[in-house]
Structure formats: C-alpha cells, structure tokens
C-alpha cells in the first residue's frame, strides 16, 4: 500500500494532494488515541477468549499454516486494500484519464508535455510491480476450498482490470506525447515494455488464475522472445528515424541534433529522408553527419557489424550531398 500509495501520488497531481490532506494528521492525537484503542481492543479480546473458550473446547481444531503461507481471510484484507487504492486513484483522475487533446487544449494548466510525463514511469512501475504481487500471492494462498480459490481469482481479476485501465491511460498519454514531440528510443523501449506487460497480464488470467500456474513462466518466457524479435527485426533506432522524418514532412519539430545521436542503424534512413526536410532541418543534419562520417566509418573486420557496414556504404554512396550542402 505504501509503495504503491507513492507512485500514485507522484503519478497525479489531484491524487498527490488527496494523500497530503489524508495524512495531514495531528500526531500527538493520534498516538493518544491509538494508545487507548488497542490497550482496551487488547483487554476486550482477552476476556472474550476466556468467556468463549474457558467451558468449551480450549483448543479448537484448525489447520496449521506453514511458515510461509496466508489465509483467505489474510489474502482479501491485502488485495482488497490494494483493489481499492486503485479504484480510488481511478475514480480521482477520471476526468482527464482518457482526456487527450481535447484536455490539454482546453486548459490552460496543461501543456503536451506536462499531460503525457505525468508520472508514465511511475505507472509502468505500478504495473511491473503488480505481476510479482500476484504470483506470490497465489503461491502463499492456502488453497483449503473451491470457495477460498474463487475468492482470490475475483480480487486478482478485480485489480487487473484496474490496472488495465491505468496501463491503457498511460499508453494514451505517451502516444499523445510522440505524436507531438516525436520518437525516442527511451519513449520506444518503455511503450514497448508496457504493451509485453499487458500481453503477460492475459497469461496470467488465463493460466495462473485459472490454477494452470505451471504454464505461466514458459508462456510469459515465449511473449518476452517474441517481443524482443519483432522490436530487433523493426531496428528501432531506424524506426525511430523514420517516423520523425515523417512528421517532420507534415510540419511537425524535427531534432536534428538527437537523430545524429541514433546508431548506425539509423544512419540510412536518416540520409534517405534528408529531402523531406526544411531547409533548416536539412542542413543542420547534413552537417552533424558530415562530421560524424569518419567516426562512423572506423573499424577492422574483428569489430563489423551489419549496422555500421551499411551505415558507412550509405555515407559513401551520398558523400557528394554531405559535401555540397552548405
């Protein structure tokens, strides 16, 4: 709760201030109160205990539990604080979870960057940190009953579709933040990982919390090959190049400084794209990979890869338009 009641509250403003005022506590009150609270609680259960158990049964028959394993009764107290921190920082940021545009243009304390960077990391890290959460969780459940089973699935399958709807937010925001400022690889990578984080939450729906646990690590281990596949087979940072290029033909910025920076990989689509540049934009990459050339160009055969050798025949078959730019 306190890990997650953090990134919440550095994730949304409204949410932040709703802890502040929460905790905005007298603490000598509280000590007092709570003092007195549990000394009478500690009384109460004491004489309760006696009363109930002392003619009857001193020892009643119950499972012992193992070192390392938790009740239902346990289980719903922890899951169902968590589920309803969540609701709660759902039902805060209603009004602009799925605002976009229309939210930032219409407001005049919102800006792209400020809607879009608005605690997304701290939301993928909610999300990364829900799945162990889960997983121990069904492990250390004492699965005594089709009741006790039924009752964990419904509070795990409660917070992931809340955690999907967060996840779905922040996808929003991000996309939203490309499309006005373009593509990064850091922009790329954490997308990326939150969309294989959602994939690996309907695995665990239909394995885990379907008690196939011992199908989940093999199929969650296959989606994460695949994704790593399909992201090296699409060569991010050419990728990357190409969609800015892309905007930047529709007259959005273009940051020729940061497209220089990309591998080699992006070295070709970056040279193919240099007629679709302003004239600004043009000359300022044609001069920042001008001077790059040669660094781009160094190595023996125990250091090729295919990235620079493409990289460097691109530089060649172009170096009369490298030059001749002003």
């Known amino acids: 709760m306190l890990l997650f009641g953090c990134l919440f509250a550095a994730a949304d ?18 000590l007092s109160h709570g003092f007195l609270f549990f000394l009478w609680a500690w009384l109460a259960g004491g004489y309760l205990r006696q009363a109930l158990l002392s003619g009857g049964v001193r020892n009643p028959i119950r499972r012992s539990p193992g070192a390392l394993s938790l009740g239902i009764v346990e289980m719903s107290i922890v899951l169902g604080l968590v589920d309803l921190l969540f609701l709660i920082f759902v039902l ?27 605690g997304f990391f701290e939301l993928v890290a909610v999300a990364a940190l829900v799945l162990p959460l889960l997983l121990i969780g069904e492990w250390v459940l004492r699965k005594e009953s089709c009741a006790t089973l039924r009752n964990f699935r419904l509070l795990a399958s409660a917070l992931v579709g809340l955690l999907f709807i967060i996840m779905a937010s922040a996808l929003v925001r991000m996309r939203l933040y490309q499309q006005e400022f373009g593509l990064t690889e850091l922009r790329l990578y954490t997308t990326v990982f939150m969309s294989w984080l959602a994939l690996v939450f309907v695995w665990l729906l239909m394995t885990v919390l379907r008690g196939r646990r011992s ?22 940072d050419a990728y990357i190049a190409r969609t800015n290029i892309e905007r930047a ?29 302003a004239a600004s934009d043009r000359s300022r990459l044609i001069e920042v990979l001008r001077q790059d050339a040669g660094r781009r160009s160094r190595g023996d055969w125990r250091t ?3 990235g620079r050798a493409l990289a460097s025949e691109s530089l060649s078959e172009n170096s009369a338009v490298l030059q001749s730019a002003p």
């Not at 709703?18 to 509280?30: H, N, T």
């Not at 007259?251 to 679709?276: H, N, Q, T």
Request: aromatic letters at 16%.
């Open 249 to 277: 033909a529709t007259g959005k910025r273009f940051d020729p400084a940061y497209a220089a920076s990309l591998s080699d990989d992006a070295v070709p689509a970056l040279i193919e794209g240099i007629p679709m540049l």
């Open 13 to 30: 403003a409204v949410f932040g201030s709703l802890v502040v005022e929460l905790f905005a506590w007298d603490v000598s009150a509280v």
């Open 304 to 306: 090729w890869n295919r």
């Open 92 to 118: 805060v940021q209603i009004g602009y979870l799925f605002g976009g545009a229309a939210l930032v243009e219409s407001s005049s304390a919102w800006t792209y960057a400020a809607y879009a960077r608005r």
């Open 215 to 236: 199908r989940f690590a093999f199929g969650e281990l296959v989606t994460g090959f695949l994704f790593l596949a399909v992201l090296n087979g699409i060569n991010p």
